[in-house]
């Protein structure tokens, strides 16, 4: 079982990206036959194997290792082959020579790999002619230029939705987490039940980290893209929403922690707390439609007519019990800051 969880993976690639790399193989193969008349056309059909990637960007840089690294290879083989002949000593040689080059020119792993993999090949089943090493990079362009192709051509995916859902989620969850310091504040709590507040508020933080990632995931999906213009405006809102969420989890993290380190059973009878928690409601409220909006950037489209902002003036704080002043400015502060962020001052 622990043989097979290493070797198999939990979930399979694309069938797409799959068939995108059996139609890059092929198309590879066909055109270094045609062009260079190469009976087993290897250097190709492996650099269109290993060159077709999810999107566009990656499959350029992929192809720009690659040939790099097959170019390095070539040339120490045929330099190799030329000084030294042919024997098995010399191969080893030549590989061990690829490797320490490659870690000194601090290359990328595909690229350190790919030096000593292509020398090997040619010392082993080539000659060790300019006119064979010419060949050989020729054709590794010939395969990566087909992956590059077939990868533009056929559906490019577009990466916008699996970032816009992290980020509305995101926003909907710093919406419940001010509600949530909101009933802590009116009702009595237990101390679980603030140790478990504070534990649904830390969550926020890989909840932004995975909507980061995914906003970058979908801008290098847009990176030469033959769709990227119809799909540019759609990912600038949620970027910029994100921008003003990531200042939003700062304070609602903030928030909750000082309540739960200054939390007693008698907050709720501060009158200022009171009007604390309306202010806070309507800052909840107010990120909600945010997230509507954001989630339909046409406003001609909205599916149900959407709410005005509840948020009001800048409360006047009555002078609190001297065991509350602490966490009332605190409030107050993260309050100021959360209204900024929401209306985008």
Not at 259 to 268: E, K, P, V
Request: proline share 6%; net charge neutral; aromatic share 4%.
């Amino acid at each position: 079982m622990r043989i097979s969880a290493r070797v198999r993976s939990s979930s399979r690639i694309p069938l797409l990206q799959a068939v995108k790399t059996s139609l890059a193989v092929m198309l590879g193969w066909v055109l270094s036959q045609g062009l260079l008349h190469t009976e087993l056309p290897i250097f190709a059909a492996i650099a269109a194997l290993l060159v077709v990637q999810p999107n566009i960007n990656q499959t350029l840089g992929r192809a720009i290792e690659r040939s790099l690294g097959v170019v390095g290879g070539v040339l120490v083989a045929y330099g190799v082959g030329v000084a030294f002949g042919k024997s098995s000593w010399i191969v080893l040689l030549a590989i061990v020579f690829c490797i320490l080059l490659a870690w000194a020119l601090r290359l990328a792993p595909s690229s350190a790999s790919q030096i000593p993999i292509s020398a090997m090949m040619v010392l082993s089943i080539g000659a060790t002619t300019p006119e064979y090493a010419r060949d050989r990079i020729i054709e590794t362009m010939i395969g990566a230029a087909a992956a590059l192709l077939v990868n533009a051509l056929i559906v490019p995916p577009v990466l916008l939705a699996p970032a816009h859902d992290t980020v509305i989620r995101l926003a909907r969850e710093v919406a419940d987490t001010l509600d949530r310091i909101v009933d802590a504040l009116r009702f009595p709590q237990t101390q679980t039940q603030i140790e478990e507040m504070m534990i649904k508020a830390r969550l926020l933080r890989p909840m932004l980290n995975k909507a980061e990632k995914a906003l970058k995931s979908a801008e290098e999906s847009l990176t030469l893209n033959p769709r990227h213009t119809t799909n540019r405006r759609l990912l600038d809102v949620d970027e910029e929403f994100y921008n003003r969420l990531t200042s939003l989890v700062t304070r609602a993290i903030g928030m909750t922690r000082s309540l739960r380190d200054h939390y007693d059973h008698s907050l709720h009878l501060e009158p200022t707390v009171l009007a604390i928690t309306v202010e806070l409601s309507r800052s909840a409220h107010d990120l909600r439609l945010l997230a509507a909006e954001a989630d339909y950037p046409d406003r001609d489209h909205l599916p149900v007519a959407v709410e005005p902002p509840a948020l009001t003036e800048p409360l006047l704080i009555m002078t609190p019990h001297p065991q509350h002043w602490i966490l009332i400015g605190s409030l107050m502060e993260d309050l100021r800051r959360v209204r900024e962020e929401i209306k985008g001052e």
